[in-house]
T-cell receptor, first 108, second 113 residues
């Protein structure tokens, strides 16, 4: 069963804009991970944030975690057409469970 | 460095047929996983392995069997294929525990008619 739920389900923006995707979950977690999936390919790990961390950065990616609200957000700054993909959050307690994903389209 | 390789990439089966999906990793990872991905749903864990010779059930194991005879290979078998098993199957591996980042193959697209 899914643990994380991404919002929105789909997002379309222009190149250069920022993209924000959210993930909500229901139970306590050990860590939360974000993955990217290009069309027809496997998932690629982007970033892991532990339950005692509030924010992490990796290049143009910024992830926040609010355990009191049981939510996380992924911000992609200065988006590029190559960022077009589906983005999944995975919540980790004893198991890793994936949400249904946000489909991001970046128009050139 | 190939990472995680899945074969075949596509397959069409008739109901009742059997087949085996192969996953190979060259990263010397201990943990390996099989997932299925269906439209509108996240990945669901079918079976996993914490090391050579071990297997364990995931969230949706019914209708599938697995084997890990060699550390680098993880096989997923469908004993008697059903239309409900039409899906995209992903294999993944991780060096340490199940809570660590996983490396994925590019999937096997399986259709059961």
């Amino acid at each position: 069963s899914q643990q994380g739920e991404e919002d929105p389900q789909a997002l379309s923006i222009q190149e250069g804009e920022n993209a924000t995707m959210n993930c909500s979950y229901k139970t306590s977690i050990n860590n939360l991970q974000w993955y990217r999936q290009n069309s027809g390919r496997g998932l690629v790990h982007l970033i892991l944030i532990r339950s005692n961390e509030r924010e992490k950065h990796s290049g143009r990616l910024r992830v926040t975690l609010d355990t009191s609200k049981k939510s996380s957000s992924l911000l992609i700054t200065a988006s590029r057409a190559a960022d077009t993909a589906s983005y999944f959050c995975a919540t980790v307690d004893n198991d890793m469970r994936f949400g249904a994903g946000t489909r991001l389209t970046v128009k050139p | 460095n190939a990472g995680v390789t899945q074969t075949p990439k596509f397959r069409v089966l008739k109901t009742g047929q059997s087949m085996t999906l192969l996953c190979a990793q060259d990263m010397n990872h201990e943990y390996m996983y099989w997932y299925r991905q269906d439209p509108g749903m996240g990945l669901r864990l079918i079976h996993y392995s914490v090391g050579e010779g071990t297997t364990a059930k995931g969230e949706v194991p019914d209708g599938y069997n697995v084997s890990r005879l060699k550390k680098q290979n993880f096989l997923l078998g469908l004993e008697s294929a059903a239309p409900s098993q039409t899906s995209v199957y992903f294999c993944a591996s991780s060096p340490l525990g199940r809570n660590q980042p996983q490396h994925f193959g590019d999937g096997t697209r399986l259709s059961i008619l």
